[in-house]
């Protein structure tokens, strides 16, 4: 079973910190990592995407990817209260019938505490 | 940009009847677009993968005769759930991939069903 594990949270964290979450997958093979938000009752929205190890930047939000630890992490700066929501890591490979797959973790729920 | 559509948002059926949900890529053509089911507080569970022009492919335990796919042209799909039940009720949600091989899926605004 392929499987991408977030802890589902809830992750509190004061406003204008650092919101660091974290996700680690089974599948070596997987080629790239993407980031979702999602917020209650709505569907989700693509917020950052990574495919070479190391750390990609775009505003206040920061994916970092470690291939060999098979770790994918998102940090999210300054953080403003509508930064709340569950954030959902997703992995891009081959699933076990051979066909591309994008399998998601169970998110974690993230609250920025004003 | 890549903007997808969902039509209803929003459907409440009696039991035994047919519902049919619409996809749309507005501003992109999606070679493939998905269809996933979300119940309350849990994760997206991934229903089945439409490619134009061919038949979609379902995901283990997921019943084709229930859930029928339909991907008629680069920008359309459509799901119609068969004989709706009320454990069917749940949030729909399609996504659509832009581009082959990159894996990124833009989502729709959902549809939620309520089945009597």
């Known amino acids: 079973q392929k499987e991408v594990e977030q802890n589902s949270g809830p992750l509190s964290v004061p406003e204008g910190a650092i919101a660091s979450l974290n996700c680690t997958y089974s599948?070596?093979?997987?080629?790239?990592f993407f980031w979702y938000r999602q917020y209650s009752g709505k569907s989700p929205e693509l917020i950052m995407f990574?495919?070479?190890?190391g750390d990609k930047e775009d505003g206040r939000f920061t994916a970092q990817l470690n291939k060999a630890s098979q770790y994918v992490s998102l940090l999210i700066r300054d953080s403003q209260p509508s930064d709340s929501a569950t954030y959902l890591c997703a992995v891009f490979g081959l699933s076990n019938f051979g066909n591309e797959k994008l399998t998601f973790g169970t998110g974690t729920r993230l609250t920025i505490i004003p | 940009g890549a903007v997808v559509s969902q039509h209803p948002s929003r459907v409440i059926c009696k039991s035994g009847t047919s519902v049919k949900i619409e996809c749309r890529s507005l501003?992109?053509?999606?070679?493939?677009m998905f269809w996933y089911r979300q119940f309350p507080k849990q994760s997206l569970m991934l229903m089945a993968t439409s490619n134009e022009g061919s038949k979609a492919t379902y995901e283990q335990g997921v019943e084709k005769d229930k859930f029928l796919i339909n991907h008629a042209s680069l920008t359309l799909s459509t799901l119609t759930v068969t004989s709706a039940h009320p454990e069917d009720s749940s949030f729909y949600i399609c996504?659509?991939?832009?581009?082959?091989?990159?894996?990124?899926?833009?989502f729709g605004p959902g549809t939620r069903l309520l089945v009597l």
């Open positions: 990574i495919y070479s190890n």
């Open positions: 501003d992109f053509q999606a070679t493939t």
């Open positions: 996504s659509a991939r832009k581009r082959a091989n990159d894996g990124a899926q833009y």
């Open positions: 599948d070596r093979g997987s080629q790239s």
